[in-house]
């Protein structure tokens, strides 16, 4: 099963990258990308996931440019009103193929606003139910995702602004 898994998301990013299919949380011509983010807080180290998932989950695929072998992508999951988009970044290794993958968030939406070798910056939409109140309340952030090394098996990933 696992062997099936990766080959579905190694094809995954052979194939033409789609446009993104999730809407932002603002129009582009109101929030236009920031340049050279800062991290605005610690960052969290997150753990390569240790079990499979479905290819047929996945929503959006988005190759890294300048970084061989990786790329973000979500998988659907969850009520949508309160995010839904499991997002993950994958790297691939060879021979043994996209088998390190770490779970960045659970998101609404999510869009690439930098990028490089070393890091991929994106702009996030997250919401969460406020306690006593019940009122949904939702946020966009950004987070930096530090690309690891062809050895590491976890990824830091920091809020920026």
Do not use: H
Not at 30 to 50: F, I
Request: aromatic share 6%; glycine share 6%; proline share 9%.
């Amino acid at each position: 099963m696992r062997l099936i898994v990766l080959a579905a998301l190694a094809l995954a990013a052979c194939q033409p990258v789609a446009p993104q299919t999730t809407a932002p949380a603002a129009p582009a011509a109101e929030s236009p990308a920031p340049v050279a983010l800062k991290p605005s807080g610690p960052p969290r180290t997150v753990a390569a996931e240790g079990e499979p998932m479905e290819a047929a989950d996945v929503t959006d695929v988005r190759m890294v440019e300048g970084a061989d072998g990786a790329k973000i992508f979500s998988t659907a999951g969850g009520d949508p009103a309160i995010n839904g988009l499991y997002t993950y970044l994958a790297l691939f290794t060879a021979p043994e193929g996209w088998t390190r993958v770490f779970q960045i968030g659970d998101f609404n939406s999510w869009e690439v606003v930098e990028e490089s070798a070393e890091r991929v910056t994106l702009r996030v939409s997250r919401s969460w139910i406020e306690e006593g109140s019940g009122d949904i309340k939702t946020a966009e952030e950004y987070l930096i995702v530090t690309l690891p090394d062809e050895q590491a098996t976890t990824v830091e990933v920091t809020p920026a602004s």
